[in-house]
T-cell receptor, first 111, second 114 residues
Framework: SQQGEEDPQALSIQEGENATMNCSYK?????LQWYRQNSGRGLVHLIL?????REKHSGRLRVTLDTSKKSSSLLITASRAADTASYFC???????????FGKGTRLSVIA | DVKVTQSSRYLVKRTGEKVFLECVQD?????MFWYRQDPGLGLRLIYF???????EKGDIPEGYSVSREKKERFSLILESASTNQTSMYLC?????????????FGPGTRLTVL
């Protein structure tokens, strides 16, 4: 059961530009998490935002959460070629259920 | 740092073989998970375990089983491998006290079934 859906599926930008990815979900959540995956590797946790938070920052990352719209966005500022990866949102739904991952956004940052 | 290791990065097996994928974590995490990842389908949960000897089915358990005899080790078993089980398999762990906690992933095993 896939809850989070990222948009766009793929994004290509120039180095130095900002990259914005969106995630929509269907049911109430405790928190929403963003992960990054370099090609052919495991996922790495980036940031977690709880349902009572609206915005969170970590370095060049900015995450927003709008629970009324059931959506979140991940902004990467001043992107670098090393940011090239797939980015996944994962939702922790209310109740004793595991995280549910979306299908991901493939970001390409061109030097 | 938490380390999650998987027994193989690449594995090639033949149809009908029994396949074992091993996952070990070194941070005393209670929760462990097995996912498969396929292009266009994202991560899909196969099985998970919230404690030793516990196991629960995820979204796509058919054709798989798991074993959790020790806290640090979670094994995924393909009883009779089939070509449609060719995929990237990812193991993850997370601490018990806060099930909303981040998951820590292994590097993945790319399995090819011929």
């Amino acid at each position: 059961s896939q809850q989070g859906e990222e948009d766009p599926q793929a994004l290509s930008i120039q180095e130095g530009e900002n990259a914005t990815m969106n995630c929509s979900y269907k049911t109430s959540i405790n928190n929403l998490q963003w992960y990054r995956q370099n090609s052919g590797r495991g996922l790495v946790h980036l940031i977690l935002i709880r349902s009572n938070e609206r915005e969170k920052h970590s370095g060049r990352l900015r995450v927003t959460l709008d629970t009324s719209k059931k959506s979140s966005s991940l902004l990467i500022t001043a992107s670098r070629a090393a940011d090239t990866a797939s980015y996944f949102c994962a939702t922790d739904a209310r109740g004793n259920t595991p995280l549910v991952f979306g299908k991901g956004t493939r970001l390409s940052v061109i030097a | 740092d938490v380390k999650v290791t998987q027994s193989s990065r690449y594995l090639v097996k033949r149809t009908g073989e029994k396949v074992f994928l091993e996952c070990v974590q070194d941070m005393d995490h209670e929760n462990m998970f097995w996912y498969r990842q396929d292009p266009g389908l994202g991560l899909r949960l196969i099985y998970f375990s919230y404690d030793v000897k516990m196991k629960e089915k995820g979204d796509i358990p058919e054709g798989y089983s798991v074993s959790r005899e020790k806290k640090e080790r979670f094994s995924l078993i393909l009883e009779s491998a089939s070509t449609n089980q060719t995929s990237m398999y990812l193991c993850a762990s997370s601490p018990y006290r806060d099930r909303a906690h981040e998951q820590f992933f292994g590097p993945g095993t790319r399995l090819t079934v011929l």
